[in-house]
């Protein structure tokens, strides 16, 4: 496929090519990957893999410990804890989320290579157009889910260029990283089963063996791309996106942060429940009902009951009962007391879900919500979102992404979450990224002491 050999050479081009607007916006995103990993970290079941299952120490550091290990359990480990809490960056053009599956790569590699902080950067901006074009170019099936799929490419990429690959092993490492996509299903996250966040953790992993790999004489067949992503796990593959338009508009200035601890899919419902919280008093007992009208893919979370946090996340009749009785749409809508709160359960009970075709029509370029509320009084309240706080056309300034890493940073660090942000902010102008990461470490290890 000529275009995956066009897209390998622009992801080696020399440094310096990079615009500054991409530049800034892989600084942004690096932040709000490390404060998701961070916040991630505190789970029980990635504190099982950073504290019982890791392997000897190695050259990638375990975000969250005073430890590290061999790169590929780093990446593994790493984007499974990114993507544990949904307080992760996307791209809704490319379906997914491509941070997840590059930055936890491009750490790695980085660190084993003694990288500067500059080469870490622009490996995180070329790895993330490569996964969001190969997403742009899969039309992944309704129940596959994206982790671990077509992203794997980008985190490839990010390690190719790294490791300073030439075109033609580059290629065949993004095409490998494809060939070894997880059989995903998109139920696993309605379900709340935990095996969804390894798909992320996964394609981490692969990111760092893919061009090990193909050193060692492991390939996939020229047409891999297009056979796993458009005939097993979608329906088509169009090769012409991986290429349309390189170089011009760089897909990691358009991504979205998140200010609300769900599904993307949730946040325009949440966005106007507080819009409509703001501007009108309603008492949550008095809620007869509320609908819900948004695009078909949104429509999948339509669980009243779920029984555990990641199914929660994935629920917006959850999440707008939490934003209409709690007023909470962050972490703490999680805690077992939410959780176990009689009236968000009742109300979420009264939520419906319908599909509106004109919302489905403006999707992905918006995620449009329409939530109406009847109360027992007769009044009906009513508002639509479309650009929830976080979005591209809605973008948070500077200071609000480190506000928000501040506060993930807390979960694990505490105290130390001012001095975590210095060093990320760092790690930049840093000339061997091992360095600076050994600093964040011992952070670590001052806070769990």
Known sequence: MPE?????????????????TALRAARRVLLDSVGAILAGTT?????????DLAPPAGAAT??????????????????????????????????GHPAAHVVPAALAAAEEAHAGGAALLEAIAYGYEVAARFGRASSLR?????????????AAAAVARLRALDADSTAAAMRLAVALSTPTAWDTALRGDL??????????????????????????????????????LGSAFDPGALVEGLGGQWEIERNYFKFYAFCRYAHSPIQAAFDLTAAEAIAPEEVEAVEVRT???????????????LAAKFSIPYAVGSVLVRGRADQSAFSAEAMADPRVRALARRVRLVDE??????????????????????????????EAKGSPNRPPSDEELAEKFRTLAAYALAGRAEEALALVRQLEAADDVAETMGRLRVLCRHERS
């Open 62 to 95: 375990l975000i969250g410990r005073d430890r590290t290990a061999w790169p590929a359990y780093a990446a593994f480990v790493n984007g499974t804890a990114m993507v544990s809490l949904e307080l992760d960056e996307g791209n809704q053009w490319s379906r």
């Open 195 to 232: 095996v969804r966040n390894l798909y992320m953790g996964r394609a981490g992993a692969v990111g760092v063996l893919a061009p090990a790999l193909v050193g060692a004489g492991f390939g996939a067949g020229p047409d891999a791309e297009r056979h796993v992503l458009g005939r097993i």
């Open 357 to 386: 075709p004109d919302h489905d029509s403006r999707y992905p370029d918006q995620m449009v919500a329409t939530v109406t509320v009847r109360l027992a009084d007769g009044r009906v309240v009513e508002r639509t979102c479309s």
């Open 4 to 20: 995956l050999e066009q897209l390998a050479s622009f992801v080696l081009r020399p440094s310096g090519h990079l615009p500054p």
């Open 295 to 309: 695009f078909a893919r949104a429509s999948t979370l339509g669980r009243t009951d779920p029984d555990n946090m």
């Open 43 to 51: 789970t029980d079941a990635v504190a099982h893999l950073l504290d």
């Open 142 to 154: 309704p129940d596959v889910h994206t982790h671990g799929t077509a992203g794997n490419a980008g």
